[in-house]
Structure formats: C-alpha cells, structure tokens
C-alpha cells in the first residue's frame, strides 16, 4: 500500500513512499519520511500539527503553511470543482481563434 499524504505547497501531489504505519488520529497509512512521533503515537504531519506534544519538522511546518494559505480561501484548496468550471468558462469565452 503507498503512503496517503499529499507533498506541495500549491499543487499537492501523492507520495511515492509505500507505507510503514498509519497516523493514530486520522488512520492514514504513512511512510517513514511523512510519519511523525509524538506521544500519542505515529501521526501525519497534518494531525501532528494540531495536537501537542509533537515534534515540528519540515513535513509539519509545511503542512501549516499549506493549511493557513487554503484556510483565508474557505479550505477548498486550488482548483476545486467550483473553480475548475469557472475556469474553463472564462478561457472558452469571449476569444476568437487565431488564424496562422
């Protein structure tokens, strides 16, 4: 089974990793490199984040930022369905096609 978390800031992609354990707060299986020990046992960086007690690290601290940069648009994250139909709207009207 691969790994669940998603890595990037504006485009999340999947992680290649295949997974060792899973988070003890939200049940997603994780790799090595996206697990976080706390005293709570192993949890993703987006569960270590919010409980206390975890150590913070790269995976956590971008977690946050990814976090409070979707929190000021509704959490929706960058294209969502909502924003992929306003998109293909703008770009199919009101532009004629070059002749070359």
């Avoid at 707060?25 to 975890?54: D, F, I």
């Avoid at 929706?76 to 009101?94: L, W």
Wanted: proline residues 5%; hydrophobic residues 20%; aromatic residues 8%.
């Amino acid at each position: 089974m691969r790994c669940q978390w998603q890595t990037g800031l504006l485009v999340p992609q999947p992680c290649e990793g295949m997974a060792a354990g899973g988070c003890a707060h939200c049940g997603r299986s994780l790799c090595m490199e996206h697990t976080v020990m706390g005293p709570s046992g192993p949890a993703c960086p987006s569960c270590a984040n919010t409980q206390q007690g975890y150590e913070q690290n790269e995976e956590t601290e971008l977690e946050a930022t990814r976090s409070s940069y979707y929190t000021q648009y509704g959490g929706a994250g960058y294209f969502s369905g909502r924003d992929r139909k306003s998109v293909e709207k703008e770009t199919t009207e009101g532009y004629d096609e070059f002749e070359t």
